[in-house]
């Protein structure tokens, strides 16, 4: 699975949006772009993921670059409840179904 | 929506004894699933992929005679943790894919202490 690379840590003021950046520069044609995010103590839990075009759903948004080298997790309004780690991982769509976790993103959220 | 348990939650054993960590998927079958292990302050490893009626496949550096997979049924999986030390000491993880969508779902995690 290609590697991602995302900012260690980031904060983000209650009630603002937040972009979590991630690239991805050497992302092949069939690796989708899943996000997930762990809260504290508990399993890691599914966000959104997309291929080549913009995605929403009810947590967030996905943005993805032109390219694809690069894509943007953006979560409209940040409550104290998303301060989690943020991961962003590839994942071929031919390839197994198993996740390789990188580092991932500590958002911290400021009342 | 879909889920997956793990239990127990927590547990402290002694230095030498076995654990047996439980993944069950509620309310879907999975004909795979995965453990992962996570140190504090660090990410997910991936140990395991368990196969439903066949043997588990396991990653590099991970002691298949020490962390025993067996996979009974298409929604249990159990992770045994043989002759534990203190250094097995971690969080455990189990998670199932959603085969329609590739989706994992995760359990809730098992944190194991060993004294």
């Known amino acids: 699975d290609a590697k991602t690379t995302q900012p260690n840590s980031m904060e983000s003021n209650e009630e603002e949006p937040v972009h979590l950046p991630c690239n991805h520069s050497?992302?092949?044609?069939?690796?989708?772009i899943h996000w997930y995010r762990q809260l504290p103590s508990q399993g890691p839990e599914y966000v959104i993921h997309?291929?080549?075009s913009n995605v929403n759903n009810r947590m967030a948004s996905l943005a993805i670059a032109e390219d694809r080298k690069s894509s943007t997790l953006i979560l409209h309004r940040a409550t104290l409840r998303d301060a989690a780690v943020y991961y962003c991982?590839?994942?071929?769509?031919?390839?197994?179904?198993?996740?390789?976790f990188g580092t991932g993103t500590r958002l911290t959220v400021i009342p | 929506g879909a889920v997956v348990s793990q239990h127990p939650s927590r547990v402290i054993c002694k230095s030498g004894t076995s654990v047996k960590i439980e993944c069950r998927s509620l309310?879907?079958?999975?004909?795979?699933m995965f453990w992962y292990r996570q140190f504090p302050k660090q990410s997910l490893m991936l140990m395991a992929t368990?196969?439903?009626?066949?043997?588990?496949?396991?990653e590099q550096g991970v002691e298949k005679d020490k962390f025993l997979i067996n996979h009974a049924s298409l929604t249990l999986s159990t992770l045994t943790v043989t002759s534990a030390h203190p250094e097995d000491s971690s969080f455990y993880i189990c998670s199932a894919p959603i085969s329609s969508t590739g989706e994992l779902f995760f359990g809730e995690g098992s944190r194991l202490t060993v004294l």
């Open positions: 309310d879907f079958q999975a004909t795979t």
């Open positions: 997309g291929l080549t």
């Open positions: 050497t992302i092949s044609g069939t690796d989708y």
């Open positions: 991982i590839l994942r071929d769509s031919g390839g197994a179904n198993n996740l390789f």
């Open positions: 368990s196969n439903e009626g066949s043997k588990a496949t396991y």
